[in-house]
């Protein structure tokens, strides 16, 4: 997804926590490569090239795997989505292994030939993810599976239930009197237009928009942001700005947030409010004439066996898709995401893909939305 | 050999400087007359960017980056003129201390220094809670944080010592025997700064003055993180390099921004050559 919402990895660079407990477990999984010496089989390593969100390669690190099986991972991280699209399309084809689109871009990646179908055969692992996942339409055309779905989360309301004095039910309810000048939003285009457009339209996709319906998605961020006070650069803003008491509600969030807040010494919490949200999933996906199959196989399988995806649920803090990782989970990592019931979560969180590019359909397109969300930037 | 020789000494500066900024200057020029496409750029000619930059929107968000940055220039210079005149003419042999207090803040780091700020305008920050324990507010500030003044409040904080080295240069060159000649002759303090004082550091101003306002007019990070919901050209210059990918327009403003900049370059100077000593 664009820059911040479809990658857990913006949300991750954001944090400045994170990001330092990040870089220590990585520089351990490194020492510890290093220390480990030449792989233990004698055979010479392979270099896999990874293209994708910094962080979304850690889970590869969590044991000797890598070493193991002989595998020199060569990672190069992007800023946002479409630098996959741009690279595999301009020369990366055949020097590209794998490559970790949010899902709403994976039909436009197939069909654009950049990246191969997943024989599942090969990732025994998939068995072991949850249906609302497995199953999410965006990430199989036609009915091929085109992405092996690793970390997800949504966009609930966060909320001071100190100060709101309970659980919030609407997306409306920032509009209440006493809650003006106390909301924060996130400087996200596609996240905030996504969610605008399922509160404040007709449309049947929040991405598939008419130009009237785009325009009344921004008339709706417009006003939103008038009753704001906040609006934040990263996760990690919303979450300081919460924390200290500035704002006590906010137009979409990240589950996460309620653990940031936590460490930073205030309760927050997180709802799905009515009208619903949207929600995100990233995956690993093999690009077209990838140089080393066979490996690129086994990372796919890795990053959701069990022992990386706890890693990714407790050190990343982001939504795991194993259940039989969630069942490993501690129980403070097990609280951030709704891993008890999935299928109300289903209900009310939608994966939307990705707005249209061109201009065919006659529907908005993402340049058009980009376009647009300008008059919520200058208002 | 002997004529060749400076050539060859600056050469590998003169390359560095090409390179590094010459080169990418132009292309970025070229570039704010080329037109975006979904994922390329179409090198056809046009003006479009350059009227989107100064028009609507873009013209509106223009004239209040304008209205901060030059609010941050005039009182980072104002404040700036201040402790340096302290430095050097008040505070005897405290004034090296009291200059080394200013640029050790430097090593504070930006990012810092606004986190700082956050601390203390937020509502539960230090102003606020001091202002009601002593009883002086019920509810807490709001405007304090998340507001155009708590921009030009953190961009002064950063500045400042920006502007004191300059100006504090400038009065170093002034003579307390000029000072004491025109005490002599009858001049009152307000006219010792007027006539010497300040015709004398002019220099120093207007480098303080300037300094503090390009690098205001073209910041981004200060208003994104405590300026809430007020939007700066750098943070829409930013928008067209990073989520847009219209880089034309990106640098068409950026070349807006520049212009601008000259002007008030231009301006500033002609202001203060007015000033001069009597």
């Given amino acids: 997804m664009q820059r911040v919402r479809g990658s857990g990895l913006i949300r991750v660079r954001s944090m400045m926590q994170l990001s330092r407990r990040q870089f220590g477990l990585g520089a351990a999984a490194m020492g510890g490569l290093a220390a480990a010496g030449l792989p233990r089989r004698a055979r010479a390593a392979t270099d896999v090239t990874f293209l994708g969100w910094q962080g979304y390669d850690e889970g590869l690190f969590v044991d000797d795997f890598l070493a193991e099986n002989g595998i020199s991972l060569n990672t190069t991280y992007i800023g946002n989505n479409d630098e996959i699209v741009t690279k595999l399309a301009s020369g990366g084809l055949g020097s590209i292994d794998i490559v970790t689109p949010y899902m709403g871009y994976i039909p436009l990646l197939a069909e654009s030939g950049l990246v191969q179908p997943i024989d599942e055969s090969k990732v025994p692992n998939l068995a072991s993810v949850m249906p609302i996942f497995r199953n999410d339409p965006n990430i199989s055309v036609d009915g091929v599976l085109y992405g092996v779905p690793f970390t997800w989360g949504s966009a609930p309301m966060m909320y001071n239930p100190e100060a709101t004095g309970g659980e919030p039910q609407s997306w409306m309810d920032l509009f209440k009197p006493e809650f003006e000048g106390k909301v924060a939003m996130m400087d996200d285009p596609l996240g905030n237009l996504m969610l605008a457009a399922l509160i404040a339209t007709d449309a049947e996709s929040a991405t598939d928009l008419t130009h009237e319906q785009l325009a009344a998605a921004v008339d709706f961020l417009i006003k939103v942001k008038s009753v704001s006070r906040v609006v934040a650069v990263s996760w990690g803003d919303m979450a300081d700005s919460l924390a200290r008491g500035d704002v006590v509600i906010t137009f979409s969030g990240w589950e996460t947030i309620k653990k940031f807040a936590a460490d930073l010494g205030t309760r927050i919490e997180y709802t799905y409010p009515q009208e619903g949200t949207f929600a995100w999933l990233d995956n690993y996906c093999i690009a077209t004439d990838a140089p080393n199959l066979e490996e690129d196989y086994l990372l796919c399988n890795k990053i959701i066996s069990v022992e990386s995806q706890v890693m990714i649920g407790t050190e990343l803090l982001q939504g795991i898709v194993s259940q039989d990782a969630v069942a490993a989970l501690d129980p403070e990592a097990a609280s951030l995401y709704p891993y008890d019931n999935m299928d109300a979560f289903g209900q009310k969180a939608t994966f939307f893909r990705f707005p249209p590019l061109d201009d065919s359909s006659g529907l908005a397109t993402f340049d058009d939305w980009l376009e647009e969300y300008e008059r919520f930037k200058t208002a | ?278």
């Fill in chain 2, 1 to 278: 050999m002997t004529r060749r020789a400076p050539l060859v000494l600056i050469a590998p500066s003169l390359a560095v400087f090409v390179t590094l900024f010459v080169a990418p200057f132009a292309y970025f020029f070229l570039m704010s007359f080329w037109k975006k496409q979904r994922f390329t750029i179409e090198r056809e000619f046009n003006l479009d960017n350059y009227y989107a930059a100064v028009t609507d929107e873009n013209l509106e968000i223009g004239i209040n980056t304008l209205i901060v940055a030059v609010s941050v220039a005039l009182t980072t210079t104002i404040l700036g003129f201040i402790y340096a005149w302290i430095v050097r003419f008040k505070a005897g042999n405290w004034g090296k201390a009291l200059l080394f207090v200013a640029l050790v803040t430097l090593f504070g780091g930006y990012l810092m220094k606004i986190y700082a700020w956050k601390t203390i305008l937020g509502n539960e920050g230090v102003l606020n809670t001091a202002l009601q324990t002593l009883g002086l507010i019920d509810e807490p500030i709001a405007a304090l944080l998340y507001s155009p003044g708590a921009v030009i409040v953190t961009l002064t904080h950063f500045l400042l010592p920006f502007a004191i080295l300059p100006i504090y240069g400038s009065m170093r060159s002034i003579s307390d025997i000029e000072m004491e000649a025109a005490r002599d002759l009858g001049a009152r303090p307000w006219q010792v700064l007027a006539g010497i004082i300040v015709p004398r550091c002019r220099a120093g101003i207007v480098t303080a003055f300037l300094f503090a306002f390009l690098i205001a007019a073209g910041d981004y990070i200060t208003p994104q993180l405590v300026g809430g919901k007020l939007t700066m050209t750098g943070n829409m210059i930013a928008l067209q390099f990073g989520q847009r990918f219209n880089w034309p327009l990106g640098a068409a403003m950026s070349f807006v921004v520049l212009t601008t900049a000259l002007f008030v370059i231009a301006a500033t100077h002609s202001l203060m050559a007015l000033w001069r000593p009597r």
